[in-house]
């Protein structure tokens, strides 16, 4: 097979090639920040953090931000999940937002559901702050923190575990 002769033209850069307006456009509207005209947040009782952001565009046009936080307790990384409202959808989604609301207040929660998340959102902060003044006292004596290991059956009944016999020997 013959060698392709070579083009005198040099390669070129596909980052050096030269973009139309519209894209000069969009570039310049992500390197201009939203400006914020009001924002509100809340802590959960979980590890959630939701919080609302009024932003006004480049082009004046007003949107809702909504952003659920949740920090991973693993990687320690926090998870964002953003919903954007615009402008011409408002009296729509906050129509829904009042008819849910109102529905919300006619069927609460029952008390007994209410009671069983108190009782596990009270054990978690439990399980949370003990894990903190145990990281802190090995940080005090000069040791890391060891995670805390399943209790096998043996240790919580004091009776050691049965064993099934073997198959086939």
Do not use: C
């Not at 390197?31 to 082009?59: C, D, H, M, W």
């Not at 949370?128 to 940080?139: D, F, I």
Request: charged share 25%.
């Amino acid at each position: 097979m013959p060698a392709k002769p070579s083009s005198s033209r040099p390669t070129e850069n596909p980052r050096a090639v030269p973009t139309t307006g519209r894209a000069n456009a969009r570039s310049s509207a992500a390197k201009q920040e939203a400006k914020i005209l009001f924002q509100k947040y809340f802590k959960s009782v979980g590890p959630r953090t939701y919080a609302a952001q009024l932003k006004e565009a480049g082009n004046g046009n007003h949107f809702l931000v909504l952003t659920e936080g949740k920090r991973d307790p693993v990687t320690n990384e926090v998870k964002k999940l953003k919903l954007f409202v615009y402008s011409e959808d408002f009296n729509a989604f906050f129509r829904m937002l009042h008819d849910t609301a109102q529905f919300i207040k006619a069927h609460p929660v029952s008390p007994e559901i209410k009671m069983r998340r108190m009782r596990y959102w009270a054990k978690k902060e439990a399980e949370q702050a003990t894990a903190a003044r145990v990281a802190a006292e090995a940080a005090a004596a000069g040791q890391a923190a060891k995670p805390a290991r399943p209790v096998s059956p043996a240790k919580v009944t004091g009776k050691a575990p049965q064993r099934r016999p073997a198959r086939g020997r």
